[in-house]
T-cell receptor, first 111, second 112 residues
Framework: GQNIDQPTEMTATEGAIVQINCTYQTSGFNGLFWYQQHAGEAPTFLSYNVLDGLEEKGRFSSFLSRSKGYSYLLLKELQMKDSASYLCAVSPPGGYQKVTFGIGTKLQVIP | NAGVTQTPKFRVLKTGQSMTLLCAQDMNHEYMYWYRQDPGMGLRLIHYSVGEGTTAKGEVPDGYNVSRLKKQNFLLGLESAAPSQTSVYFC???????????FGDGTRLSIL
């Protein structure tokens, strides 16, 4: 089975940097997704990490350590529009992968 | 480019009524999914399909049925609605199992 842990809520200041952590315990692991979900809207894809290390996409970066069962999403130069929930999701290996989502971290960006 | 379209967007049902939620995607994706999202529970997979004519159970399939008669459509049925099925339902599609999922805007369903 899959067990995914994320903080429930976080608050950060506009212009700052915030790191959202995700830890997982799984019976098998292929990769880890990050999605963004604004209130009342659909989740949208941010990143997918398969290999260890940091991947950067503009203001957003995602890190994975397979040996530690740990990932984080790093948001730089925070903007008010970054206020949203951030969902961590794990995909297992082999055949069809049933992705398992964490409950999400609600980030509030304040002026 | 519509992506994933869900209908209806809102619906109120009485306990025991039945209904079908429709999902259509125009990206020629093989995989389609139905999730429900409840406060404090995250997204939970109800049923999924890996291709036309195939369906499989997810994490919380009880009380729901699905059909994938055409590649672009994935239908979710509630045969006898219960208050516990009050939720926001999301449909998603992807090219493959380890590919990003594209979500519809959701259906907000209330069962009284």
């Amino acid at each position: 089975g899959q067990n995914i842990d994320q903080p429930t809520e976080m608050t950060a200041t506009e212009g700052a940097i915030v790191q959202i952590n995700c830890t997982y315990q799984t019976s098998g692991f292929n990769g880890l997704f990050w999605y963004q979900q604004h209130a009342g809207e659909a989740p949208t894809f941010l990143s997918y990490n398969v290999l260890d290390g940091l991947e950067e996409k503009g203001r957003f970066s995602s890190f994975l350590s397979r040996s530690k069962g740990y990932s984080y999403l790093l948001l730089k130069e925070l903007q008010m529009k970054d206020s949203a929930s951030y969902l961590c999701a794990v995909s297992p290996p082999g055949g069809y992968q049933k992705v398992t989502f964490g409950i999400g971290t609600k980030l509030q960006v304040i002026p | 480019n519509a992506g994933v379209t869900q209908t209806p967007k809102f619906r109120v049902l009485k306990t025991g009524q039945s209904m079908t939620l429709l999902c259509a995607q125009d990206m020629n994706h093989e995989y389609m999914y139905w999730y429900r999202q409840d406060p404090g529970m995250g997204l939970r997979l109800i049923h999924y399909s890996v291709g036309e004519g195939t369906t499989a159970k997810g994490e919380v399939p009880d009380g729901y049925n699905v059909s994938r008669l055409k590649k672009q459509n994935f239908l979710l049925g509630l045969e006898s609605a219960a208050p516990s099925q009050t939720s926001v339902y999301f449909c998603a599609s992807s090219r493959g199992g380890n590919q990003p999922q594209h979500f519809g805007d959701g259906t907000r369903l209330s069962i009284l």
